[in-house]
């Protein structure tokens, strides 16, 4: 099985800060790396496909970076609604494996 | 717009057998090149991939679940199920269903929690 790796696990932030959560597959993934936000209580919801592609209906302040083994989601000027836990997820090969989570904490 | 909905069991005994069915509306579950897949999450904690079928009805799992699991799809019922057999404390979750394409899973059901107790 792929392993995902992100980091930090958890960080505290204000609005309007610029935020950066990294994730690392244990072997080449390629670009097949996916980013997702989960607020408490509700399911996932997408934001990044192939590495760097933001899913539709996303706010721009979300992009994604990386290829091979190291990717990265940038939040730009996190607003209110932005605090919630993310998970990367490898879709190269199955099993797909997420990453344990970052949880984004209000400062 | 593509809804979807797990139903099923909340509770079930351990040694038994869990079984949700994931109804999907909003288009049709055949048209498309899509996967459908099943995805769990412990309370607290992170996102486990149970797996997948396509349509066509070929189906990928996890290892770590490959001999209790399956996945099959109705489509004339526009559903897709997951069966999984001998649970134990450890399968206690929220079950998610969700659509792929093509290896985002970009429409999520609300997810329903199973709890494995006697």
């Known amino acids: 099985d792929i392993q995902m790796t992100q980091s930090p696990s958890s960080l505290s932030a204000s609005v309007g800060d610029r935020v950066t959560i990294t994730c690392r597959a244990s072997q080449s993934i390629s670009s097949y790396l996916n980013w997702y936000q989960q607020k408490p209580g509700k399911a996932p919801k997408g934001l990044i496909y192939a590495a760097s592609s933001l899913q539709s209906g996303v706010p721009s302040r979300f992009s994604g970076s990386g290829s091979g083994t190291d990717f990265t989601l940038t939040i730009n000027s996190l607003q209110p609604e932005d605090f919630a836990t993310y998970y990367c997820?490898?879709?190269?090969?199955?099993?797909?494996?997420f990453g344990q989570g970052t949880k984004v904490e209000i400062k | 717009q593509v809804q979807l909905q797990e139903s099923g069991p909340g509770l079930v005994k351990p040694s038994q057998t869990l079984s949700l069915t994931c109804t999907v509306s909003?288009?049709?579950?055949?048209?498309?090149?899509?996967?459908w897949t099943w995805i769990r999450q412990p309370a607290g904690k992170g996102l486990e991939w149970i797996g997948r079928?396509?349509?066509?009805?070929?189906?990928n799992y996890n290892p770590s679940l490959k001999s209790r699991v399956t996945i099959s799809v109705d489509t004339s019922k526009n559903q897709f199920s997951l069966t999984l057999t001998s649970v134990t404390a450890a399968d206690t979750a929220v079950y998610y269903c969700?659509?792929?394409?093509?290896?985002?899973?970009?429409?999520w059901g609300q997810g329903t929690l199973v709890t494995v107790s006697s």
């Open positions: 969700a659509r792929v394409v093509p290896g985002l899973l970009d429409y």
């Open positions: 079928i396509y349509t066509s009805g070929s189906s």
């Open positions: 997820q490898q879709s190269y090969s199955t099993p797909w494996t």
């Open positions: 909003g288009g049709s579950i055949s048209s498309g090149s899509y996967y």
